[in-house]
């Protein structure tokens, strides 16, 4: 803050799009607006070098205090108080965005699944079994999404969405804490509550160096905008209705199913470009059931939303748009995890059927984006856990296709007690965070158990053995997630009270 009895100068900075204030006294330089927006006071100097990649100086030649180092603009190579090169923070954005971080569909995950291409892998002296190496608050009471990203600056950041109560945070790590972003007073409501906690994500695309994130409210899909800066945002209502599912992107465009104002159901798509504006045009898709469509599955080549009532299937390459449903009597076990990828690339989904196994009923897999009449499915002997390219059996982690029994099975004596969820699966370093609970009965009866407090053990899992166990106990464990920011995988869960990290092993050029 310049003294009030210095009249200081304004300091505007073309190549950032910003304007600064200086001390001529002292030569000091404080951020005043970025992009056409204040700047927030809470930003620290270390934050707004590392946002803006300045030049950041600790030398008290430069006026700079014990508590904290001086910043200068980015045109800035050298002090110009003594004529020395100066330091740049010189940081790389981590972008993750729910659940399983933001994933390259040419890479060949499957998006819908529980897997990632950050690795899970902790780092050396890192062990779940020990206290975490990083531990947050949360920014209250809630159940949290987390993602994060640059949005448009040169560092990245931290976001917590709450969905249910329509609200955004920014974790502020020179203060140790959450802020609210706030939003222009006319802003469509972000609440939503149609699709459930474990439902609900959002998707992004970079556009014109800022990053949009598509938000599905019950007011619509929603764009927003954020600007990291100034702790705001601004939203705009793309498509009006109730979104019943949560968007995808595939080549440039966004897709989403939407309960229209006069109660109708209509799929949605429109082409990014530069910009977002309201462009939205509604697919060929008729009579889609007004539900809740639970999963949003993408390859790059379609993208399914799947539900109790069956199937929506895009393929823009194709301009097909089709509603499959479920065959009578099938019962698609979404608890068990979402689609599978197999070895060809094909997507299939676990169901339950009286008739698969020779009229006694019995689990299968079955393949997505294709009239049930015309295939056969694979039978399975036994509920899988499924991750999206691998599965649990039990509690041994099998890599082959889940309908293809393995040669030797888990023999652990806990094997008939203990059920293993995964959480997340790493492609990069073959690692998968699972969580392990006492339980006597099968799979799919574990998910009943909605009221207790089950005791819950976090593990990874991986080549080279498995890590210590994170214990706590939670309702409904299986609605843990995780994320990884800054070289740290963290865990969440509402009752765990906080968000615990631990370090993880990062590749070289990471």
Same mark, same amino acid.
């Given at each position: 803050?310049?003294?009030?009895?210095?009249?200081?100068?304004?300091?505007?900075?073309?190549?950032?799009?910003?304007?600064?204030?200086?001390?001529?006294?002292?030569?000091?330089?404080?951020?005043?607006?970025?992009?056409?927006?204040?700047?927030?006071?809470?930003?620290?100097?270390?934050?707004?070098?590392?946002?803006?990649?300045?030049?950041?100086?600790?030398?008290?030649?430069?006026?700079?205090?014990?508590?904290?180092?001086?910043?200068?603009?980015?045109?800035?190579?050298?002090?110009?108080?003594?004529?020395?090169?100066?330091?740049?923070?010189?940081?790389?954005?981590?972008?993750?965005?729910?659940?399983?971080?933001?994933?390259?569909?040419?890479?060949?995950?499957?998006?819908?699944?529980?897997?990632?291409?950050?690795?899970?892998?902790?780092?050396?002296?890192?062990?779940?079994?020990?206290?975490?190496?990083?531990?947050?608050?949360?920014?209250?009471?809630?159940?949290?999404?987390?993602?994060?990203?640059?949005?448009?600056?040169?560092?990245?950041?931290?976001?917590?969405?709450?969905?249910?109560?329509?609200?955004?945070?920014?974790?502020?790590?020179?203060?140790?804490?959450?802020?609210?972003?706030?939003?222009?007073?006319?802003?469509?409501?972000?609440?939503?509550?149609?699709?459930?906690?474990?439902?609900?994500?959002?998707?992004?695309?970079?556009?014109?160096?800022?990053?949009?994130?598509?938000?599905?409210?019950?007011?619509?899909?929603?764009?927003?905008?954020?600007?990291?800066?100034?702790?705001?945002?601004?939203?705009?209502?793309?498509?009006?209705?109730?979104?019943? $599912? /949560?968007?995808?992107?595939?080549?440039? @465009?966004?897709?989403?199913? %939407? #309960?229209?104002?006069?109660? =109708?159901?209509? *799929?949605?798509?429109?082409?990014?470009?530069?910009?977002?504006?309201?462009?939205?045009?509604?697919?060929?898709?008729?009579?889609?059931?007004?539900?809740?469509?639970?999963?949003?599955?993408?390859?790059?080549?379609?993208?399914?939303?799947?539900?109790?009532?069956?199937?929506?299937?895009?393929?823009?390459?194709?301009?097909?748009?089709?509603?499959?449903?479920?065959?009578?009597?099938?019962?698609?076990?979404?608890?068990?995890?979402?689609?599978?990828?197999?070895?060809?690339?094909?997507?299939?989904?676990?169901?339950?059927?009286?008739?698969?196994?020779?009229?006694?009923?019995?689990?299968?897999?079955?393949?997505?984006?294709?009239?049930?009449?015309?295939?056969?499915?694979?039978?399975?002997?036994?509920?899988?856990?499924?991750?999206?390219?691998? $599965? /649990?059996?039990?509690?041994?982690?099998? @890599?082959?296709?889940?309908? %293809? #029994?393995?040669?030797?099975? =888990?023999?652990? *004596?806990?094997?008939?007690?203990?059920?293993?969820?995964?959480?997340?699966?790493?492609?990069?370093?073959?690692?998968?965070?699972?969580?392990?609970?006492?339980?006597?009965?099968?799979?799919?009866?574990?998910?009943?158990?909605?009221?207790?407090?089950?005791?819950?053990?976090?593990?990874?899992?991986?080549?080279?053995?498995?890590?210590?166990?994170?214990?706590?106990?939670?309702?409904?464990?299986?609605?843990?997630?995780?994320?990884?920011?800054?070289?740290?995988?963290?865990?969440?869960?509402?009752?765990?009270?906080?968000?615990?990290?631990?370090?993880?092993?990062?590749?070289?050029?990471?």
């Amino acid at each position: 803050m310049p003294d009030l009895d210095i009249d200081v100068e304004n300091w505007p900075d073309a190549s950032s799009d910003s304007v600064w204030e200086r001390n001529p006294v002292t030569n000091r330089f404080s951020l005043v607006s970025f992009r056409g927006k204040q700047v927030d006071r809470r930003w620290s100097a270390s934050d707004i070098a590392r946002a803006l990649n300045c030049g950041f100086s600790y030398s008290r030649d430069d006026c700079a205090s014990d508590s904290d180092m001086v910043v200068f603009p980015p045109e800035f190579k050298y002090s110009p108080n003594t004529g020395k090169p100066i330091d740049k923070k010189n940081s790389r954005p981590c972008t993750w965005l729910p659940t399983n971080g933001n994933e390259d569909l040419k890479s060949g995950l499957v998006r819908g699944g529980c897997l990632t291409s950050h690795p899970l892998g902790l780092k050396e002296g890192s062990d779940l079994g020990q206290d975490p190496d990083r531990e947050l608050p949360l920014p209250g009471p809630g159940h949290y999404r987390f993602c994060s990203g640059s949005f448009g600056l040169l560092s990245s950041f931290l976001i917590a969405l709450e969905p249910e109560q329509g609200e955004i945070y920014c974790w502020l790590s020179s203060l140790g804490e959450w802020s609210a972003l706030t939003s222009e007073s006319n802003s469509p409501c972000l609440i939503s509550t149609t699709l459930q906690r474990g439902d609900w994500s959002i998707e992004a695309l970079d556009l014109a160096g800022e990053t949009i994130l598509f938000w599905p409210a019950d007011a619509g899909l929603i764009a927003i905008k954020i600007d990291m800066l100034s702790l705001s945002y601004e939203a705009q209502v793309l498509v009006e209705g109730v979104c019943l $599912s /949560i968007p995808r992107v595939l080549r440039d @465009k966004i897709y989403v199913l %939407i #309960e229209k104002p006069d109660r =109708a159901v209509g *799929a949605f798509s429109a082409g990014a470009g530069q910009s977002i504006g309201n462009d939205f045009c509604e697919l060929a898709v008729s009579d889609i059931p007004n539900t809740r469509w639970v999963i949003a599955a993408a390859t790059p080549r379609e993208i399914i939303w799947l539900s109790d009532m069956g199937q929506v299937v895009v393929r823009p390459s194709a301009q097909q748009y089709m509603l499959i449903p479920w065959e009578a009597g099938t019962e698609p076990q979404f608890q068990l995890g979402g689609p599978h990828c197999s070895s060809d690339g094909r997507l299939y989904m676990q169901v339950l059927h009286p008739t698969l196994h020779d009229g006694e009923g019995g689990f299968g897999y079955v393949q997505l984006g294709h009239a049930n009449s015309n295939q056969r499915p694979h039978l399975s002997f036994g509920a899988r856990m499924l991750t999206g390219q691998s $599965s /649990i059996k039990v509690e041994k982690w099998l @890599k082959e296709d889940p309908w %293809i #029994e393995p040669t030797v099975v =888990a023999t652990m *004596a806990h094997e008939n007690d203990e059920a293993v969820v995964p959480i997340l699966e790493s492609k990069s370093d073959m690692s998968l965070l699972v969580l392990r609970v006492d339980h006597l009965q099968g799979i799919t009866a574990l998910f009943e158990r909605t009221e207790e407090f089950i005791p819950t053990r976090f593990q990874i899992m991986g080549q080279h053995g498995n890590s210590g166990c994170y214990l706590k106990r939670l309702r409904e464990p299986w609605n843990a997630s995780a994320f990884v920011f800054e070289g740290v995988l963290f865990i969440y869960h509402p009752d765990i009270g906080s968000l615990p990290g631990w370090l993880i092993k990062v590749n070289a050029g990471d």
